[in-house]
């Protein structure tokens, strides 16, 4: 998961979309040359960036077979890179993301399942509340999402769940840095050490 997250930090991105950040790392591996792969999605870095994380919910698609309603600037995020991204569906196991890049992981998430009929291994660090008032759709094609979250930042407890945005997927909660909400938990070397005592304790 350490490994997984430092992967979450570091490029080279490719820019596409409304000024969205993502990679495709791939390997092979077996006799069979099995191609496998992570799609990640880069943090919030623009001031644009910044101006979609304070958006409200919508409903993502005109035509949804099922409604299901997302944190609107997300959303317009996520659909400025979809078609682009979902090409590369066939060659990965895994989505993931910190911060901005993991609400946009859990809508890729979704999209997979929408596309695929199945739920993908997807791993959000920092994640804000992406989907408001989530339905049984939504928490299938979150099954294999883990949210590893850090008790007291910020980002992790906005939008408001006050406002009907919800979590979705298994939470993974890392110890507390203060015992008040605050910003500086959401930085870097904070997910860091909580990923390093959260291993220890695993490996003991």
């Known amino acids: 998961m350490q ?3 430092e992967r979450c930090l570091t490029g ?3 820019t596409s979309g409304l000024d969205v950040q993502y990679k495709l790392r791939r390997w092979e591996r077996d006799t069979f040359l099995v191609q496998n792969g992570e799609l990640i999605f880069e943090c919030t870095r623009s ?3 910044w101006l979609h994380n304070f958006e409200a919910w919508v409903k993502p698609y005109k035509r949804q077979p099922i409604n299901w309603y997302a944190h609107a600037g997300f959303v317009k995020l996520w659909k400025s890179v979809r078609d682009e991204v979902a090409k ?3 060659d990965i196991h895994r989505i993931a993301g910190y911060s901005q890049g993991s609400a946009l992981a859990q809508l890729a998430a979704e999209d997979y399942y929408f596309t695929t009929g199945n739920a993908i291994d997807a791993v959000g660090f920092g994640c804000p509340r992406v989907f408001w008032m989530s339905n049984d759709y939504v928490r299938r ?3 294999k999402t883990k949210l590893v979250m850090i008790e007291n930042d910020i980002v992790t ?3 408001f769940a006050i406002w009907g945005y919800k979590h979705v997927g298994t939470p993974m909660l890392l ?3 203060s015992m008040l909400w605050s910003a500086k938990a959401h930085y870097p070397d904070n997910y860091r050490e909580g990923l390093r005592v959260i291993g220890a304790e695993y490996a003991n």
Request: charged share 25%; aromatic share 20%.
């Open 12 to 14: 080279p991105w490719i």
């Open 157 to 159: 407890h906005v939008p």
């Open 3 to 5: 490994e997984l997250y």
């Open 141 to 143: 094609s979150q099954e």
């Open 175 to 177: 110890p507390r840095t």
């Open 88 to 90: 590369y569906y066939k």
């Open 47 to 49: 001031t644009g960036d």
